[in-house]
Every structure is written in C-alpha cells, then in structure tokens.
T-cell receptor, first 112, second 110 residues
Framework: AQSVTQLGSHVSVSEGALVLLRCNYS??????LFWYVQYPNQGLQLLLK??????LVKGINDFEAEFKKSETSFHLTKPSAHMSDAAEYFC??????????FGQGTELSVKP | DTEVTQTPKHLVMGMTNKKSLKCEQH?????MYWYKQKAKKPPELMFV???????INESVPSRFSPECPNSSLLNLHLHALQPEDSALYLC?????????FGPGTRLLVL
C-alpha cells in the first residue's frame, strides 16, 4: 500500500534560516507527489508538485523540493525562512482514481 | 485561475437541522471532492465526483449526502449531524492528478 511519512510533527526555525521539511513515500509505481501549505483557518494551497519531469521542482514563495527515487524522498526546502511561512505543511502522493494519500503534517514555527 | 470557492465560511447547526454546503469552480475541472478535516490532522476524503457521477464514497454516514448539479457545482447536504461531525469541510477540484482546494467551511454541531 502506498503511504507518506513526514518526519517531525513540529519544526522550529529562526527567521532567515534554512527550512527543511522531510517527506518519504512508498509507491509501487512512479508517483505524483505534492506539497501543500495550510495557514490557520484556511484551505490547502498547492506549493509545488512532482510529475516525473525535472527532479528538482520549484514552487511558490521560494520553496523547492527534490525528488530522490533512491531514497524515496521528496523533502521541501526554502533557503531563508520568513515569519509568514509559519503554517502546517502536508506532503501527499497521488494513488490514482482521484485519491491523495497525505502525510500527518508538519507544523512550521518561525522565531524572530 | 485556480480558485475554488465555498460557502458559507462558517456554519453552526443543531443536531436536528438540515443545511447545505456549497462549492464552485470555473476551471473546467471534471473531478470534484469533499474532505473532512479535524484539527491538527490531514484531510480525510469523503466523496469523489468524476464527470458529475459519484465515483468514490469512503463509507461516509448517510447523514452526509453529496450532490453534483453540474460540472461546476458540488453540494454537501447535512442532516441530523452529531457533535463529532464538527470539523473543517474542504472542497477540491482536480486537473489530471493535481487537486486544488477551496478555503473550507468551518462547521460546528451543537
């Protein structure tokens, strides 16, 4: 069965520091992978997606993620954290038929 | 434009009430979804409509009744809900494998 694991339910960084949110997946077929961000009391916003084109994917707000098949990982990074990046982040894999499998989420806190 | 709209933003209802949640998209997407999300948890899939036909029902209680009047609209009819149904209800639509979410309806059942 396909699954997604996000390492760390809570990550705290200082403003201006590197952001690294980890995601590992299991999939029997080449996956479609996504990162979504959810700000308090809002819906999910698509940050970026991997659909078997380039392995380094650039998204909105300077986020990017690298697909590493050998490590079954799709970690999300941002070179310099901003206070406005504080939110819940979800990694997800598409399993076909309109279904997304979500990770448990990582709450990002940014300290001034 | 990747906008999905949902109304109302907030809803408070008693256990004997009947209410409806509405979702709309004008992106030409042919698949639409309802999710339920509890605090600090990922969204849980409830229903999937593909080409206006119900294609997935994740064993959701019958007090939740989806309806897809046309390719742009998706409703969720609510009746005799329980307090544990209080949650954020999210609508999404998709193009190929990519889902785009609305802002959600925050539901409180008293």
């Amino acid at each position: 069965a396909q699954s997604v694991t996000q390492l760390g339910s809570h990550v705290s960084v200082s403003e201006g520091a590197l952001v690294l949110l980890r995601c590992n997946y299991s999939s029997s077929v080449p996956p479609y992978l996504f990162w979504y961000v959810q700000y308090p009391n809002q819906g999910l916003q698509l940050l970026l997606k991997y659909t078997s084109a380039a392995t380094l994917v650039k998204g909105i707000n300077d986020f990017e993620a690298e697909f590493k098949k050998s490590e079954t990982s799709f970690h999300l990074t941002k070179p310099s954290a901003h206070m406005s990046d504080a939110a819940e982040y979800f990694c997800a894999v598409s399993v076909g038929g309109g279904k997304l499998i979500f990770g448990q989420g990582t709450e990002l806190s940014v300290k001034p | 434009d990747t906008e999905v709209t949902q109304t109302p933003k907030h809803l408070v209802m008693g256990m004997t009430n009947k209410k409806s949640l509405k979702c709309e998209q004008h992106m030409g997407h042919r698949a639409m979804y309802w999710y339920k999300q509890k605090a600090k948890k990922p969204p849980e899939l409830m229903f999937v409509y593909s080409y206006e036909k119900l294609s997935i029902n994740e064993s959701v209680p019958s007090r939740f009744s989806p309806e897809c009047p046309n390719s742009s609209l998706l409703n969720l009819h609510l009746h005799a809900l329980q307090p544990e149904d209080s949650a954020l209800y999210l609508c999404a639509s998709s193009q190929q494998e990519t889902q785009y979410f609305g802002p959600g309806t925050r539901l409180l059942v008293l």
